[in-house]
């Protein structure tokens, strides 16, 4: 009878240390999953709404089109390290969006690819166009989609834990060939400035 208890009792042992070790799993495999929600709730925090960026400006460089794009973090709470953001280019011909090349410039923070963003940074491009039939939506200019795809993380290290930032940016953007007394016929500007570029909502 003796051993029979001593059975039992070592079957309870086993059982019971089985159900504390499940438990303990669990517990951790639960606090990790909490652990990467809260922080993928956080790098999509940095990545939508402390990281500002936009179209700063467009100049005319000969034929092509100096595009400049700014990055900011407004509300430094928490460390943003952004990866050099990948940009594409697109203009409208008849219904089609098509891409246009775009050529490298030397950003002025250097050529690192992961910084702290404790500062604006200045990407710039050059954006050809290499045809003219564009679409007219407004009449006189082009009509240009900029792409712009960055990545963030909270550490300048991670490889895993980023977030990316996939946003389009539509502008009208006037031809370098175009005639500003033909535009200033048929439109009025501010200050009778006839814009190199006019920004647009997102649609």
Not at 84 to 99: A, D, H, M, N, Y
Not at 138 to 151: D, E, I, Q
Request: hydrophobic content about 40%; charged content about 30%.
């Amino acid at each position: 009878m003796e051993k029979r208890y001593k059975i039992i009792i070592t079957v309870l042992l086993i059982l019971l240390s089985a159900l504390a070790i499940d438990y303990f799993i669990g517990h951790r495999q639960n606090k990790f999953l909490e652990e990467r929600a809260a922080l993928k709730k956080k790098l999509e925090r940095l990545a939508w709404y402390s990281l500002k960026s936009d179209i700063k400006d467009i100049t005319y460089a000969g034929d092509r089109y100096r595009l400049k794009l700014n990055y900011d973090n407004p509300f430094p709470t928490d460390d943003l390290y952004l990866m050099t953001p990948s940009i594409r280019c697109f203009v409208q011909v008849g219904t089609l969006w098509k891409e246009v090349p775009l050529h490298d410039l030397a950003n002025k923070t250097g050529e690192t690819s992961v910084i702290k963003l404790e500062k604006p940074l200045a990407v710039e491009k050059l954006i050809e166009v290499p045809f003219k039939n564009f679409e007219q939506v407004f009449p006189g200019y082009m009509h240009l989609r900029v792409n712009s795809v960055a990545y963030v993380a909270s550490d300048a290290i991670s490889k895993e834990d980023i977030a990316e930032k996939n946003e389009d940016f539509y502008i009208y953007l006037k031809p370098y060939f175009a005639d500003d007394r033909e535009l200033a016929k048929k439109f009025t500007f501010v200050n009778n400035i006839i814009p190199v570029w006019i920004p647009m909502p997102p649609h």
